[in-house]
């Protein structure tokens, strides 16, 4: 090969891992977030490089050994997976003792590819076409995604282009204000009783005692957050949406457009609302809405945080902490000042005097986990928002940690959710408050393997709604999400919007065009899970 071809070793090299990592999380966040690491790995390498240069002052020789420690390095996780198998604890793979044999390996093996190169330069031609040939796997895959990108869009993505907002029955001046809390993964009732071990009964008698309907046999249309919000802000399965057809399916960016233009926010528009959204998961965001809060950029650090977990730049971060250099990455309070200050935005928006519809997208029950139990110890913290099989994948941790975390969590969040109720209630002016979730807990559930899945427990979820001057009598017991908002706008502003089948989906986050009709199978684990609470509780 060309004399400065040998370059493309350790570049290729530095690519690989993190390109690797979001191609295997392409559904967590945009390729957008990963550029900043994908950067730092590329300079990680430079740095290297240099070092290994000026050892010899020979390029080949210092190509060969970056390339071959920085794939070591940056493949780290496998290591530390081995300590594990062993018998080592979570966080005794992380000591920097436990590092130094692993180290040297790494160095070793870095200086024979310098001694090997040396001696046969020739050797650095099969290494360039094997890295190559491994960039090649991600790199097709991001490819695919872009293809389906460029396929999906054509011109702005709207629901229904030919869409006419109806007209209620209300004026203007006697609308109840509507706060809407998506909290992200809630589990039903019945589901933290038999899975979680965990009594949810007292939070929703609070909520029955304060007015609220609480749907007893609730379930998700789509297992999948994107497709489930798509679907119920939109008030229609995926298939009825034109956006959605072909490739738009697998575009992630499809979805978050159709978030931001879903019908929910025309209809509330035409009936005299204004908006009022956060900016807490960027897939997620209504740009163009009257109020846009943002909340702390620290908490979109995602991508990074995961990454640096899979390899030896995770070390690295310890030694430069213990040198008091580290980067401020969100820590435990963080997240949770973040979700109680969305809480408190929503009791001030609540008070508005033209009319608001505020909806706030709260990432809680869902990992990380940054809330307790009164008096109980808190599990080890991680502020990697990831869930189910990828919670356990990156935190090297099972499903009886995410089991203790969840109920401490939900137990938690119960009492903000609580103090955040009643604030509103006490408004003077008429109020409409909602609670649901996009899908279920995540525990049992597995990304790449729907045998190893859970699906009672991942499309059992919550719906609760309240309305300050109006009765809850349309609402029914197994009712699914696609129907919340057609029966709020219907029941209480006047609209005649359409109902539908409830229907539940599974949604593969692989192959998005392979969901399949579960609700049978649903209706069977009911039954063999002893079926959920009765819808007319005793009085206890």
């Not at 002052?57 to 530390?80: D, M, P």
């Not at 979730?437 to 709604?465: P, T």
Request: hydrophobic share 45%.
């Amino acid at each position: 090969m060309k004399k400065h071809l040998h370059i493309l070793f350790p570049v290729a090299m530095g690519l690989y891992p993190p390109l690797l990592f979001y191609s295997i999380n392409l559904y967590l966040f945009p390729l957008s977030e990963m550029t900043e690491t994908i950067f730092l790995s590329l300079l990680f390498c430079g740095v290297l490089w240099v070092v290994f240069y000026m050892m010899r002052r020979q390029a080949i020789e210092a190509s060969a050994a970056t390339g071959v420690l920085s794939f070591l390095l940056l493949s780290h996780n496998h290591y530390r997976s081995l300590l594990a198998a062993i018998g080592f604890s979570e966080v005794e793979t992380y000591r920097l003792l436990m590092q130094l044999p692993y180290l040297a390996v790494c160095v070793l093996f870095a200086l024979l590819a310098m001694r090997l190169v040396r001696h046969k330069p020739g050797l650095i031609d099969p290494a360039i076409v094997f890295c190559l040939v491994l960039l090649a796997f991600p790199s097709t895959s991001l490819g695919r995604t872009m293809y389906a990108v460029y396929s999906a869009r054509n011109g702005v993505i709207t629901a229904r282009s030919t869409d006419t907002p109806p007209t209620g029955n209300k004026p203007v001046s006697t609308l109840p204000n509507i706060t809407v809390l998506m909290l992200d993964g809630y589990a039903r009732a019945d589901v933290l009783k038999k899975l979680y071990r965990y009594d949810n009964g007292p939070f929703v008698r609070a909520l029955e005692e304060r007015g609220f309907f609480v749907a007893s046999g609730s379930r998700c249309n789509y297992s999948g957050t994107l497709a489930s919000l798509v679907s119920t802000l939109n008030m229609s399965y995926l298939d009825s949406l034109d956006a959605l057809k072909g490739e738009g399916l697998q575009d992630r960016m499809v979805f978050s457009e159709l978030f931001s233009s879903a019908r929910i926010w025309s209809i509330a528009k035409g009936l005299g609302y204004s908006i009022a959204s956060f900016d807490a998961v960027s897939m997620l965001v209504k740009k163009d809405s009257d109020i846009l809060i943002q909340v702390d950029a620290a908490m979109h650090d995602f991508p990074g945080y995961s990454f640096s977990k899979q390899t030896f730049l995770v070390i690295i971060q310890k030694a430069l902490g213990t040198a008091g250099l580290e980067k401020h990455s969100p820590s435990r309070e963080d997240w949770r000042s973040s979700i109680i200050n969305m809480l408190r935005h929503s009791v001030h928006l609540s008070s508005s005097i033209p009319p608001m519809l505020t909806f706030v997208h709260i990432l809680s029950p869902h990992p990380p986990f940054v809330f307790a139990r009164p008096g109980h110890q808190r599990v080890p913290f991680s502020p990697v928002p990831a869930d189910g099989s990828n919670f356990h994948r990156i935190n090297g941790t099972g499903v009886e940690y995410f089991v203790e975390a969840y109920a401490q969590q939900v137990e938690g969040l119960n009492i903000a959710l609580l103090e955040t109720i009643d604030d509103i209630r006490s408004q003077s002016r008429p109020q409409i408050i909602i609670l649901f979730s996009d899908h279920g807990a995540g525990a049992h559930f597995d990304y790449d393997h729907k045998e190893n899945c859970n699906d009672w427990e991942r499309m059992s979820n919550l719906i609760a709604v309240y309305y300050s001057d109006g009765e809850t009598t349309s609402f029914y017991n197994d009712m699914t999400t696609i129907n919340l908002f057609p029966i709020v706008f219907n029941s209480w502003l006047g609209t005649s919007l359409s109902m539908h089948e409830d229907i539940s989906f599974r949604w593969p986050f692989l192959s998005p065009d392979e969901m399949e009709d579960i609700s049978d199978t649903l209706d069977a684990m009911d039954e063999a899970y002893g079926g959920p609470p009765p819808l007319v509780r005793e009085a206890e």
